[in-house]
């Protein structure tokens, strides 16, 4: 079973960066569609941005221009690239795999392999 372990979160104010990390152990998932996803308290979670077996990514509108997945194969890791940060940013932010096939083009499955979260605080 793949096992995801986010990291890099932490408390910033708005306009600052951070960039979160999810290395995964047991697999390689060079092969794997990936995603981070959010869930801000009080709200439903959702999609931030994904990244397919072949590389195509996607970003939310709220994140366009200031996101960026990318994948390291070498270290097996997944990260996400986040500046100018809003306060509605906020949230906590889960790293998400679905290694059960190669996925051609934009994901938009249903992963099937989450980490446990990694909390973002924006402050103004």
């Known amino acids: 079973q793949v096992q995801l372990a986010e990291s890099g979160g932490g408390s910033v104010q708005a306009g600052g960066s951070l960039k979160l990390s999810c290395a995964a152990s047991?697999?390689?998932?060079?092969?794997?569609?990936m995603a981070w996803y959010r869930q801000a308290p009080g709200k439903e979670r959702e999609l931030v941005s994904t990244i397919s077996s072949d590389g195509t990514t996607t970003y939310a509108n709220s994140v366009k221009g200031r996101f960026t997945i990318s994948k390291d194969k070498a270290e097996n890791k997944l990260f996400l690239q986040m500046k100018n940060l809003r306060t509605e940013d906020t949230a906590v932010y889960y790293c998400?795999?679905?290694?059960?096939?190669?996925?051609?083009?934009?994901?938009?499955?249903?992963?099937?392999?989450w980490g446990q979260g990694t909390q973002v605080t924006v402050s103004s």
């Open positions: 998400a795999a679905d290694c059960r096939g190669y996925y051609f083009g934009a994901y938009n499955g249903k992963p099937n392999v």
């Open positions: 047991t697999v390689n998932f060079r092969g794997c569609a």
